[in-house]
């Protein structure tokens, strides 16, 4: 398994201003994804961030409004942009094991945009 | 696009019962299929993972199973305790690492 911290764990932002969530793993990771779970829904892939090359972004979701930074094998951030209430939401770091593809999460940051 | 669907959307049971949470999904060409827990407002724990060529997998009171022929997985819970009130996701994996979730099961298990 994988330890994952996030931070900072909650947030409340105006709207139009950018928030930097941070996610460390306790170990070398390949794999590092970033999720969005909106109120009352499920979880949604936002992008996967490989270390040394571009993060790879699911449709409906741009660079310029998720900006992702993946440094090393342990640590990655995302960045909320220009933020607006609609992207209040918990947003969830995860990691894939090599061996089997099992995926563990962070505790998840839980942004409020008024 | 792989769709992944779980009923019921909510259960609640008096403590002690055994009880089984369904997920059923419309592409067969899995590589995996994990179930999480997420207690309120908080992260994912995961519960348990089955490999696309495994039929079940059993952790203490939690056996899940996988039937990738007709796109279905339970997640038996015996002997349930208030403590495992949580919403329970499924979750899929095809060909990339992508997880594609299921909206889940709010579970609450009354004393």
């Known amino acids: 398994s994988a330890v994952i911290s996030q931070k900072p764990s909650r947030d409340i932002c105006q709207r139009g201003t950018s928030l930097t969530i941070q996610c460390q793993v306790d170990?070398?990771?390949?794999?590092m994804f970033w999720y969005r779970q909106q109120p009352g829904q499920s979880l949604t892939l936002i992008a996967t961030?490989?270390?040394?090359?571009?993060?790879?972004?699911e449709s409906g979701f741009v660079i310029d409004k998720f900006p992702i930074s993946r440094p090393n094998l342990t640590f990655s951030t995302l960045t909320v942009s220009n933020m607006s209430p609609e992207d209040s939401s918990i947003y969830l770091c995860?990691?894939?094991?090599?061996?089997?593809?099992?995926?563990?999460f962070g505790p998840g940051t839980r942004l409020t945009v008024l | 696009k792989q769709e992944v669907t779980q009923i019921p959307a909510a259960l609640s049971v008096p403590e002690g019962e055994n009880l089984v949470l369904n997920c059923s999904f419309t592409?067969?060409?899995?590589?995996?299929l994990q179930w999480f827990r997420q207690d309120p407002g908080k992260g994912l724990t995961s519960l348990l993972l089955?490999?696309?060529?495994?039929r079940e997998q059993t952790s203490g009171r939690l056996n899940a199973s996988l039937d990738k022929s007709s796109g279905r997985s339970t997640l038996y819970i015996a002997a349930s305790q208030p403590g495992d009130s949580a919403t329970y996701l499924c979750?899929?994996?095809?060909?990339?690492?992508?997880?594609?979730f299921g909206k889940g099961t709010k579970l609450t298990v009354n004393p």
């Open positions: 979750a899929l994996q095809g060909g990339s690492e992508k997880l594609v």
């Open positions: 592409d067969s060409a899995i590589y995996n």
């Open positions: 089955i490999q696309s060529s495994q």
């Open positions: 995860s990691v894939a094991t090599v061996s089997y593809n099992e995926q563990f």
């Open positions: 170990s070398q990771v390949t794999m």
């Open positions: 961030a490989n270390q040394g090359s571009e993060a790879t972004y």
